[in-house]
Every structure is written in structure tokens, then in C-alpha cells.
């Protein structure tokens, strides 16, 4: 079994910071991609940003230049430091991470892994 558990989210005035963390922990061979994801009331869920294995980002446009993604592959955690945060980064964050897990015959197929969800609360 695989878990992935985000922590650090919180209420922040306009302007301020929050870092997110995810950790993946369980029966892992290896994992991929991971990223952060979030959903607004109302809205559907968006990427926002994610990371490959080889530490190559894509953010999305509307974070770029105040989200930074990062991964300790050691830990298998990914982390997300949010700056200049404006009263729409308000959502639930969920991490996503692509784990290939490890089996009694050595790896298995690769299937995605969400945590639970922070909420990152926003005030103006």
C-alpha cells in the first residue's frame, strides 16, 4: 500500500507565503511525476504545478513567478512554496504523485496516489 500525506496549509493574509508539503510513503519501487493540484468551491481541479523524477517543473500560468515546486527523491516528498499569495489561490491543495510500486516480483504498474487535500485559505 502506498499513502500520500500533505501538510502546511493554513490562512495567509494578501501578500504572504505558505509552504506545502507531500510525503509518499509504503511499498515504493519509485515514483514519477508528482504535483499539486487544487479545486476551488465551484470549480473543477487544476494543476498547478508538478515535477518530474529529473526535476524538470511546468507551473501553471497563473502561479508562474510566485510558486516554486521542489522534490527530495530521498524522501520521496515534494514540496510547493507559495509567495505573493492573492485572495484567488484560495482552494483545497492535493497532491498527486505517480508511484510505481514496488511487488514481490520486483515493480509493479504505475498508477497515481492522491493525498487528502489542505486548505489554503487566502484573506484580502
Known amino acids: 500500500q502506498v499513502q500520500v500525506v500533505e501538510s502546511g496549509g493554513g490562512l495567509v493574509q494578501a501578500g504572504g507565503s505558505l509552504r506545502l508539503s507531500c510525503a509518499a510513503s509504503?511499498?515504493?519501487?519509485?515514483?514519477?511525476?508528482m504535483g499539486w493540484y487544487r479545486q476551488a468551491p465551484g470549480n473543477q481541479r487544476e494543476l498547478v504545478a508538478a515535477v518530474t523524477s529529473d526535476a524538470v517543473t511546468n507551473y501553471a500560468d497563473s502561479v508562474k513567478g510566485r510558486f516554486t515546486i521542489s522534490r527530495d527523491n530521498a524522501k520521496n516528498t515534494v514540496y510547493l512554496q507559495m509567495n505573493s499569495l492573492k485572495p484567488e489561490d484560495t482552494a483545497v491543495y492535493y497532491c498527486?504523485?505517480?508511484?510505481?510500486?514496488?511487488?514481490?516480483w520486483g515493480q509493479g504498474t504505475p498508477r497515481n496516489y492522491w493525498g487528502q487535500g489542505t486548505q489554503v485559505t487566502v484573506s484580502s
Open positions: 509504503g511499498s515504493i519501487f519509485s515514483i514519477n511525476n
Open positions: 498527486k504523485a505517480v508511484v510505481v510500486p514496488a511487488t514481490y
